[in-house]
């Protein structure tokens, strides 16, 4: 498929050069939103502080930056905590609003789920998904206002069209934002987002601790007892 | 494979209404539970103490939660660990009771091995598997009560039957709980369990060393002698 | 496809002889090379200093080495940071001059970005890619000179040959240093390359974080009341 | 492919049994074999030391045992290291000397270097692999003493047969030992493989450093001036 691959590289050539020529300026902008986007007090309270790493993908008509939102833990004893709030992966669309500038007054953001990233990693290069947040939802401003995050593949599978839709029933606006994204931009955000799931859903919290857990047990029968004892506890 | 996406979608969009509807409540049910499961006292000797982050999944009919047990180590001599019980993911299972209600007395509960963590993190979405436990294998009580785990693909490979099945000859019981999972939840599952595996196989502790092993070795031959050596040694 | 793997074999043990001969030497001279390759000083600023492990491939008529260069970031506030360069994978090509002898003198370098590492970790044992990278794009001196980096897989599907083109208008210069890499080889490079890839984004930074976010929050909607502000949020 | 599960699960269920019934000092004894096994003295330099956490599967004729071995760098100046050796994945062969007990004396070892857990790690369910090592290769007593690691998937793809051979011409002898292993115990090794691989190559040292690197760049043209220059230094 070189023929494929040539038409990536010119893309991720202009690309790159948007993304270089103006990026500092962008992700400054990237950056600045997410200031208010979830690492909450505590999440912060650390040397570095909090880290804003957007991934950025500049294209002529719209950008479209993702970064994640980690979990939040409620402490429910003596110093054990208890996922409260899985995290999510938020996603920044803004239209261009001329020659490598975006307007930030339009931007609209989509928070990716756990299980909506699992759909995401899932996709073939021939799959397409759609996610639907209300915020009203089962309230009585049910559907007053939607969005609706769309991934449908290029007809030459070279890449895929991701779009938001904000549809307000209301102030009587349907906004759509598109941003084409290439092989390799999307394999990039599968990698990540493979990465950081775990992350989200606090898994990585259970795992890396430096405890020893020294504790004997022998084994009878075909499962380890203590296991077992948890298998078949109450 | 739009329709596929469509149906995976409104299904994730019910289940995660559900979820996030009584979500609070019942994490907090999962973490009570999994207080008694499987980390031990060292394992919790660190600031944050133990944390727990059940990944659940709420459907009309039942929940399943599932959450690391982290593997535990012996002491063999001067600070050195051996691993001593391997960890598991344990799978809970939750009948409903109600309207977004389940019935925390049935509980039934299965303790996923390393290697049954392999094979369903290998399977297709056409794959089926089955696992078998019991308690009192090799005893005289063999067969008296058996648990087995069932996950078979939906026939329009948009996800899996996950069901949990307990035999007891002795009580007469046989139960069953049933739990359709859809393929992002399935594949948040398997990019869970991939990132946990080597974590339950102790495996996280050989390789986060922070020693530097500055030592020297002079190359001869076509192997590196230390492990030629190691290969060789008896 | 036994024969595919003998043939990978043979290669990978020739391969292996080549490297651990001169292999101290030779990675003593790529460690000498990336010593002035991108660790900024703060990076540094750690117990163990920097560390040197470019992933080495030496074949016939050249040899190969890779390693990462990590992203940096700006302070921007009290301690918080945000990512201002992201991390590449610096690939550095040597014409052999000889038997097991390399001519350091006639290195070529090309740093894969992000976006490119994706392009090559998706690719499929049939596919090709090629990147462009000019060092005076978009100024007068556009087009003098270029580099070009392809990647072709072999007729049999064994593995690919790597090669990189450096064209130089000003010098009348076409160099080319090709090396065939193993699928072995490749894989390796895969896997290393996706494990290196969120950090290359600086996204290890957003989720290694020790805090404990213990944020309360009541759940109502079927979204989660922080995530839904952040989202509908301008 | 519900008969495979089958299979795949009867099988496992039965080593499941053998390796918990006596899994307890088996694993006491491949720990204490590993013991001498790789970890450098500057290694064990850590509160919990060196861990043992080998990898077993225990078949009716034989087992198998894997772990990693560390890679060693070495100090080239003010706190800087350079990867000295690569790790390597130690598989350890040992037959069946009757019922659930296994002959120590006879045991044979195979150090997997990156390049060999790459080719394993890219195998398909109807690939073979081969891989050869010569202690005195090169020397005039090459030949003499050859082992050889051979993976052969099962005719119904339902796993491979590992078989470790060591043929001694001095000593006249020509040992096998076979150990069969399913798709999921396999898939538990490629997992686990592919989290240590990086770790083998030394590459999570160059990623896991807390130095924040704040350093400025200003962007001109359309690449990274400190990329470039890397890029364009010689």
Redesign the interface.
């Known amino acids: 498929?070189?023929k494929?691959?040539?038409t990536?590289?010119s893309r991720?050539?202009c690309?790159?050069?948007k993304s270089?020529?103006d990026?500092?300026s962008t992700?400054?902008g990237f950056?600045s939103w997410s200031t208010?986007?979830?690492?909450?007090?505590?999440?912060?309270?650390?040397?570095?502080?909090?880290?804003?790493?957007?991934?950025a993908i500049f294209k002529g008509k719209a950008a479209l930056s993702v970064?994640?939102?980690?979990?939040?833990?409620?402490?429910?004893d003596?110093?054990?905590?208890?996922?409260?709030?899985?995290g999510?992966l938020?996603m920044t669309f803004m239209p261009a609003s001329g020659e490598r500038k975006y307007d930030w007054?339009k931007?609209q953001?989509?928070?990716l789920?756990?299980?909506?990233?699992?759909?995401l990693?899932?996709m073939g290069s021939?799959?397409?998904?759609?996610?639907?947040?209300?915020?009203?939802?089962?309230?009585s401003n049910a559907g007053q206002v939607r969005?609706s995050l769309s991934i449908k593949p290029h007809a030459d599978g070279s890449g895929y069209f991701i779009s938001l839709g904000v549809i307000n029933s209301i102030l009587k606006t349907n906004d759509r934002i598109v941003v084409p994204v290439?092989?390799?931009?999307?394999?990039?955000m599968k990698?990540?987002f493979?990465?950081?799931?775990?992350?989200l859903?606090?898994?990585?919290?259970?795992?890396?601790?430096?405890?020893?857990?020294?504790?004997?047990?022998?084994?009878h029968?075909?499962?380890?007892p203590?296991?077992?004892e948890?298998?078949?506890?109450?």
């Open positions: 498929m070189m494929q691959a040539r990536l590289l991720s050539l690309d790159q050069s270089l020529f990026g500092a992700l400054r950056a208010g986007s979830g690492f909450s007090g505590k999440e912060a309270a650390k040397p570095s502080g909090r880290v804003f790493a957007p991934y970064e994640p939102v980690l979990p939040t833990f409620t402490e429910i003596s110093g054990n905590l208890r996922l409260d709030r899985r999510s938020m007054e931007k953001k989509f928070a789920s756990p299980t909506e990233v699992g759909s990693i899932s021939k799959d397409s998904s759609e996610f639907f947040h209300d915020p009203s939802m089962k309230s969005k290439t092989t390799a931009e999307f394999t990039v990698t990540a493979s990465f950081v799931l775990p992350h859903m606090g898994w990585d919290r259970l795992t890396d601790q430096d405890g020893t857990g020294t504790q004997r047990t022998t084994s029968g075909n499962t380890d203590q296991q077992l948890q298998e078949w506890d109450k």
